[in-house]
């Protein structure tokens, strides 16, 4: 039962190869993670209270421009294998080169860095996709004066929501500036993490449930998986709270006053985010103890119905051993109503042995 | 016996889907509750040193002269699901968005806004209702120059008797203003955590005595949700301390000196509520280590049962085996008194084995 | 054996129940305890360099004198339950209402107010009494210019030592002023927290020869009740610490630099007491780890035996049960000898399997 | 099976025994490494924008010569325990008595110290041999104005990739000063760690497998050996973290703003780092939970058939008993088919065993 | 085996009875420790650059001189139980009386007082004696202007190789003041925590064999002290760290700049010697985990041993009852063959069933 492998699908990549790093200088852009091969796409998104278009291209001159124009650009890039491309682009920017390393570099931890023209962070958009399975997508934000850049592996994004409200011109999104566009994006991914926190909880309940009704050696394993998730995402989300603070506590001229506002709501989510990982954590320790301790019930049951079925009959067995001896001389074995007699004291001694089980609550 | 599903009734309501507030722009007033499509129902007490009012309206306008007027205003609001309504309220009381969406947002954890004509706060009100079930509804408080503006889910609440304080002018409230009325509201809500408390302590001896005398798999079930609604209360209860020190660190004259010598009697009662917690939830786990420790030992008696009777009466069983053999040439069968010979000698194996285990103690 | 209710004495009193407080203003005078129906008890030590007289009265107004005298005064009210007396003398102390409240209310934490003409603190006078039991008794201090005002529930207490010390004027007592007697009186409360914890030490270190010589379920009842009674005592201990400290950093004249010295090694001895109670709760907890593998081992001893006389008779009884079948065509039954062949078998396989069992060190 | 010695290897060396500080002054040069009766052996690579040379001197004089040239000089030591060498370079390089004691002092802990003209600094470098074991080397720099000062304990080490740039002119490392170079040197120690923690990381799977797979009493032995290493790599790697951080908010002169935004990515690789090593220590305390959950299980397995087999059997044994017994009066032996209607209730019965078990998911 | 008492050595001494401080006045010089009616013995080195004199008396004013001599004086006390030589001894040295009581405190925990005049401080001197057992000894320090006036309890101590290092005049201790000789002093010490940690180490590798070797209910024990004497050796160094650190931040001119660069390396031992003490905690926690799963191990080979030889044995006994039962008919009974028949079948039911056992790994 123990011996094949597990088939729960482990929801994260594996780290990439720490080696890739080694010896290279410090700065060089290094794609560490699993999309390779793909050649950058970027789209513009620039909008003001009264004009809205979309455009694409991938002349790097042509991108800067949206950087430089009045209105308030998105610049999504999308798909970070591409060395040279992005390298080309970052210096395009005037990017530090320990920034565009950062960028494409998939397994740096949440973080935030101010320079002087631009506030760089970076953190993991974590969500469930079409097939109700957890993805972690790196995902890196360059907010400029008049732009937000974004960097991310995959086209598939939580960003669409946002995308409509741009459209459609619903809520404050078309008036406020660059500032409050790197804010929904970053409420876009927040308001994701709680989605990925309520899919652990019902795990949690679904596997309690299983706990208490039909716990096999496999609930062990299931347990210890979503032990290492909720560790897992717990590393990912957790440093997210810091990044928003920072946010709030810059006094680059970037971040507006009036966006800090919203900011401190973001931060609200945060701190009740890694309060409810910080439960899921203790309660997915707790679903192991249960386990044990159901094990441990099972165990007493088995041996319960060992006792007590050796209890009664190996004396009965040895009571109907004796008067199958063979001696010559057994006057029991003579008596007219011997093997009857013999009989009732069996039944006398089974029942007396069923009560006293009884009383023992073990029946 | 630990098929049935456990009818052991988890008191707190389920998270609201995380979902509801996915692409919506923020400062969206969206509520998240189970109380769906209850008009708001707004009440009105209005009193000084001298005169006491009592009114009911929903016209906005009206209850906004309450909050100019120069007489102490405690403006409660009943039934958050009508999010146009509120909106509205709040947009007439010139509230920031972002804290009418707080104000109806019921999963919002515990917390404390302070704006330039108001200060904001939200909190759980844990209570045990007519049938002593825990009840945890949302509070959200708005405390402005002459008002408190109240927000709850349903009509039911823990002020009573500061409402009859009122009526009655008994104490200080009558001749206070709207900042004293903030505290005694708190004062009322903590009060009753420490009746949550004795109540979860009562649990935690009950179990305890379970565990002690009678300790079923349904046991280990039932510590593991006490487990679960320490932790859960601990969650909801554990901010208002803080919420209570940015209050009285506040520098915002909506909140005078004198009111804050009350206030730091609140946060004594906050340090031992949360030291309570911390004693209960070492004292809950532990109940499993001695619930475990218990299930070992039972294991010990029933495997003693065992052991005493296979190793008294398997001997014997083959003595009486041998001599149910039919070789043709077994001597002792043909004695006079090889039975009884026999029978005796089992006889002193039997008391001998009972005394062996009588001095290992297992008797 | 696990059916009977412990008779194990818990040496703490139950929580008062927190309804009473609900409902009520602020600042009302509510006793708590559980010893109601008592008269409160008044009597007075005045002293100074050259003289010593002992007072007592219930007259409030004669109370008072000595508040303004420029001897210093030690004011012992024995008694809380009395609630319009208490509050009486403390108006007429010109005390704030919250500091009436807690100086009757038995179930206040450790904590030091200051205000602007007096120093309250309340705290746990914890001892051991008569018969060697454990008492915890509420004691609130009121430090004025010229006066300590003493608020406990019951006569007895751990102050016979300084009252004697007043007596034949030994040590600096008669010399010093009130802050002086307030830091005399905290002295020997912390003094008899010491003999609490080695009471708790040698508790810990009886269970152990226990756990290794004689353990029974009993023993594992009784290491939850140590761990209770250390979780118990540590929340009355721990806050005392932080109250030295705000006495030693006051700014407020009534304490003098040179009694600050005197707290600074106050402050040791928390320390102290405080590294003590975190060392015996991990001791405490050790001590059910111990238990349990205590159980296992002694679970494994009755398996071994089980197993042993299994694995030798079992065997044995087949080979007898062969020669006890009825076929009309045995050749063996037939020899001469064939019965004592078959001992001879049976014989060596018990030898041999003594010997097995001996290399497994199972016997 | 666990008689036989661990042959895992552990891949750290003894501590060096303490005793041979005792006694000795402070500033007593001691190597306290496993490397003895090693010369030194000292090889500077000297470069700038233009130039490059490497040289191989052990003239104490002229290595101090290479601390004076304006080109950035990169003297590395190698081999500690000729210790009147190291303290005569030290003393020509004017280093306190105390730098030079701590940088042949095998057994000191990651750490930094800022003197008036240099920096000291001391770390353990660990990194994957060719073996692929685990090898973890003292090594400690000194920061000067135009050199860096590097000592080890051997040959090997992991700055080969550095070399290379410096002699490719790669990266910027030939156009800045010592500063970077240090900052280099760091890095590539910090980029072996990340290949430490993948190794561990791959141990921590191949257990949990093994857990899961094929559990033996050794692999207890090999989860207790990982939770030692994981302890002890997180002891030499922790600290470097505050290392960093010194360095970052040093004020001397010796470190550049230019580096320290070098050296600001340095620390997000420590705290990436540092919040790996926390998983690892609480996947390898779960992964012993995990064994026991396992093994208890494999008991309850063992159990059931014990159960199962004895259940199923025992009666049968006691019914055939019954017909065995010799009485001369029993009237079932001389029916005509007693002995098949015997056979046909066995195989009833023993079907209906069967049936049971299966119910209670036994089989 | 589990009933004899310990006879493992605890290494250190009962607390001393807290009783013995009740009802005194602070100040009142009490000793504590278990080595009474010893005259107090003092012995004084003075030296400087130049001359080396060493002294023995005890008359109180000729102590005085050396410590008003130019000179470095070293005035040793041994023996802290003849209280009044004490306290006189202090009151001669201007000492303040809540100096002198914890001079003789040998329950004092580490900590550092400082006066107008002179630094006090006192620690746990622990080293193994000549038979290898651990000795924890009281020792505090008095820093004055040009002398360090040192109380222990016992002649034995860790100083003779400083004794030696002034004699000889090696290192800088000769040319150095008073503060410098506090270092020295308290740097034998600390060097002496190192040999201990090396001790404790080897006892937990040494247990580590034991558990998986051999493992006896005994080991349990051992492992449980080992906790308690990581525990007790932890709670007697940890705070030394504090006190060395505030030597360091002392603004007190008694400490000289030169002397703190010292202790700056005392400091990293301290930093050193907790990180182990931590490791060791967590180790010594897994032993009992360790033994725990061991335990569980071997009950599980034992439960196997039973479980194969029930199994095949039962069904065999079964069958071999059939044939011995005595229907008169019995048609396999009359075969020629039958009972050999009967045999072969026996045989391979038992070829089968351990070939099944094979199969599940439990042979
Ligand atoms: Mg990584
Ligand atoms: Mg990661
Ligand atoms: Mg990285
Ligand atoms: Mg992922
Ligand atoms: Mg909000
Ligand atoms: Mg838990
Ligand atoms: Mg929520
Ligand atoms: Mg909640
Ligand atoms: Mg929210
Ligand atoms: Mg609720
Ligand atoms: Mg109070
Ligand atoms: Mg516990
Ligand atoms: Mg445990
Ligand atoms: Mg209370
Ligand atoms: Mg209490
Ligand atoms: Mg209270
Ligand atoms: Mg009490
Ligand atoms: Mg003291
Ligand atoms: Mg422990
Ligand atoms: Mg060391
Ligand atoms: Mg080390
Ligand atoms: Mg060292
Ligand atoms: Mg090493
Ligand atoms: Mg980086
Ligand atoms: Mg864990
Ligand atoms: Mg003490
Ligand atoms: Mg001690
Ligand atoms: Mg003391
Ligand atoms: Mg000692
Ligand atoms: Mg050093
Ligand atoms: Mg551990």
Redesign the interface.
Known sequence: M??K??NYKTTHKK?P???K????????VTYLGFREGQKSDVSIIEFDENSYQVYQTDVVEKILDFKNSPSTSWINVVGLSDEAYIENLGRTFEL?P?TI??AVNT???P?I?EYENYIFCVLKMIYLDANNELVSEHVAFVLMDKAVLVFQELKED?F???R??IHTK????RSRGADYLL??LL??II??Y??V??NI?SKIEQL??EV??NPT?YT??KI?DL??EV??VR?RIFPVKELINRLIESENPLVTKDTK??L??LM?HC??IN?SLQ?YR??SM?L?????????????E??????I???I??????I???????????P????????FV??GVMLTLFITMLILFKKKR?L
């Open positions: 123990s011996k492998k597990s780290q190869r720490a080696n790093k080694i010896g290279k200088a410090p700065g060089t530090n320990l390393e950062d397994s740096q931890r973080k860095d939580v669409n929501g946002l409509d409200r619903s809520g404050r999104i804010f929904t409420d876009a308001d994701n709680f989605v926190l309520e909880n309690e449930e208490y009704d050696p062990a394993r210890q032990k290492k560790l897992r590393r506002l919203f401190k709501d609200d701190l009740e309060e439960i203790e309660m707790s192991l103890e249960m386990y044990m301790s159901n094990v441990s019930n099972k165990m007493n088995v041996m319960k119905v060992l006792t079925m050796a209890s009959f190996i004396p009965l067995t040895f109907v051993g004796i008067y199958g001896m063979n001696f010559s001389f057994m029991e074995l003579e008596w007219k109503y011997g093997y013999v009989l073990w």
